[in-house]
Every structure is written in structure tokens, then in C-alpha cells.
């Protein structure tokens, strides 16, 4: 997935596990974290998102009781989404 944000292209990539998370979800919730994905490519750091403690520059941003778990890599202008879950389930440590 691509976007265009003032000039600046973000590419949206998913790890296994999160490619793995996002085909589980309810349909549901599938549609609304499906959008809030391709928000980040507009704006990769939206009012809400809140940066982990101990997480190595992960952020997280909340869908009503799913959460995604992401990365931005601003020097080759790259999201990388690392989790989705609900989250009761998305902080424990794999």
C-alpha cells in the first residue's frame, strides 16, 4: 500500500504475525482497522497513537478494543505494522 502525505510517500508493510492477526479478526473489526491502516499512510503519526514504553520506537494506536501495533521508519518512509489484537492479547511477549 502506498500514500501521499505533503510531498512524502509512506509504503505500508505487515510482518507475518500481523498479516497472520489481521486475516483472524471479526469482519467487523476487520473494516475498521482495515481504515485506520490506510490512515497511517496519510498520516503516520495521528492524535492518538501513543509511543511504547521499553518498545524500541513502536507505537500503538487504538481501535475501539483492538489495537495495532506499529513502527515508523522514517528514513525510507516505511510503516510497519508488527501486531493487531485485541488487547487483552496484544502486549504479551511471544
Not at 29 to 34: G, K, M, N, P, S
Amino acid at each position: 500500500m502506498m500514500a501521499v502525505c505533503s510531498g512524502r510517500v509512506y509504503r505500508i508493510r505487515f510482518t507475518p504475525e500481523a498479516r497472520r492477526n489481521l486475516e483472524a479478526l471479526p469482519k467487523s473489526a476487520l473494516r475498521r482497522i482495515d481504515a485506520r491502516i490506510l490512515q497511517l499512510a496519510v498520516s503516520p503519526r495521528p492524535e492518538g497513537a501513543i509511543t511504547l514504553q521499553g518498545g524500541d520506537g513502536l507505537l500503538r494506536l487504538r481501535v475501539g478494543d483492538y489495537r495495532i501495533i506499529y513502527r515508523i521508519e522514517d528514513e525510507v518512509l516505511l510503516i510497519l505494522v508488527i501486531r493487531i489484537g485485541h488487547r487483552r492479547d496484544v502486549y504479551r511477549r511471544r
